[in-house]
């Protein structure tokens, strides 16, 4: 005979390690049900989120008023603004949060952040005519808006699962909610070290960041390359080299520029929900980009 378990509610620290499959009458689940009747109601009267938020309110409402734990996938064309918007929700979430890089460098990633925070153009926080100490009290004061932010750093090595989520536990600490950022995962898929070809070695990232939600009951932003034929167009199936991006994922969001910046230095930006698992699918949402200020607004 099958043994009925049940699995315990999250440790402190939120963590759900037990990787067994559950058999379950509705009535066991009826302890973890009054666990999360409990924390939506305290939300509720609160008037705080139940986990990370991106923090663009029309986008928030579209996905349940808070990002569900599980995958949810951001595709644009390069250059977009892929890593900005992530960043930016990565930067502004009421709780920690560990964004893992595969292609750009922490320090240049770093010099997006107060360019945002302190109205600072990007090319002048690079271009050399401040004085050092004013450049770096401009950091400082980036890096105290956002100290629960943490960057792990696989530009250089392969970030193992099990390092990821090891990582994800010490940034989230004591607090009740963590947000995981991979940018991207065809970067840090690829570089995983076997020699498997592409569309396994995706699959199988998708699969570990996945348990990763699930162990630490938490959303990961999925950064995606899109595919040539969906380029410009965008659509639910345009990440690149799998299917399983789409079909294991919370929300499919894509980017797409509509016209590029005006006199004003905001570029038109459409975020279109491609798929929702927690609220209506297909909605296209209005955004502006300023790329020298690596900042996105709702217009
Ligand atoms: N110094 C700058 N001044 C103005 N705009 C800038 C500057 N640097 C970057 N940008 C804007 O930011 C955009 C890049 O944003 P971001 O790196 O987030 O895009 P992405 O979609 O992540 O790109 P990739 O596909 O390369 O990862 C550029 O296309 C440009 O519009
Ligand atoms: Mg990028």
Request: one cysteine or more; glycine letters at 8%; a neutral charge.
């Amino acid at each position: 005979m099958v043994e009925t378990h049940s699995r315990e509610a999250p440790g402190t620290n939120g963590t759900v390690d037990d990787e067994r499959p559950r058999l379950l009458r509705l009535k066991s689940l009826l302890n973890e049900w009054e666990l999360d009747a409990e924390a939506a109601h305290l939300a509720y009267t609160t008037n705080t989120p139940r986990g990370p938020i991106t923090n663009l309110k029309g986008l928030d409402r579209e996905l349940g008023g808070a990002l569900a734990p599980g995958l949810h996938v951001v595709h644009a064309s390069p250059g977009v603004g892929k890593t900005a918007f992530c960043l930016q929700v990565a930067a502004t979430s009421p709780f920690p949060a560990l964004y893992l890089t595969c292609e750009m460098a922490p320090l240049e990633l770093f010099r997006r952040h107060p360019a945002r925070v302190t109205s600072t153009y990007l090319g002048r926080l690079k271009s050399g005519e401040f004085d050092p100490a004013y450049s770096v009290g401009l950091a400082r004061q980036a890096a105290a808006a956002a100290p629960r932010l943490a960057f792990g750093d696989a530009t250089h090595a392969f970030a193992p699962p099990d390092w990821l989520q090891k990582a994800a536990v010490a940034v989230k600490g004591d607090a009740s909610h963590i947000l995981i950022v991979v940018d991207s995962v065809h970067s840090w898929a690829e570089a995983a070290p076997t020699d498997v070809d592409e569309y396994t070695a995706l699959n199988d990232g998708l699969a570990a960041l996945r348990r990763i939600a699930r162990n630490l009951i938490c959303p990961v932003l999925a950064i995606a390359e899109r595919n040539r034929a969906k380029m410009s167009a965008g659509g639910l199936d345009a990440s690149a080299g799998s299917r399983r991006f789409e079909y294991g994922a919370e929300s499919v969001l894509a980017l797409n520029r509509e016209k590029d910046e005006g006199a004003d230095g905001e570029a038109k930006v459409t975020l279109t929900i491609e798929k929702n698992r927690n609220g209506a699918a297909g909605k296209r949402l209005p955004l502006l980009f300023n790329g020298a200020l690596q900042r996105f607004t709702e217009p």
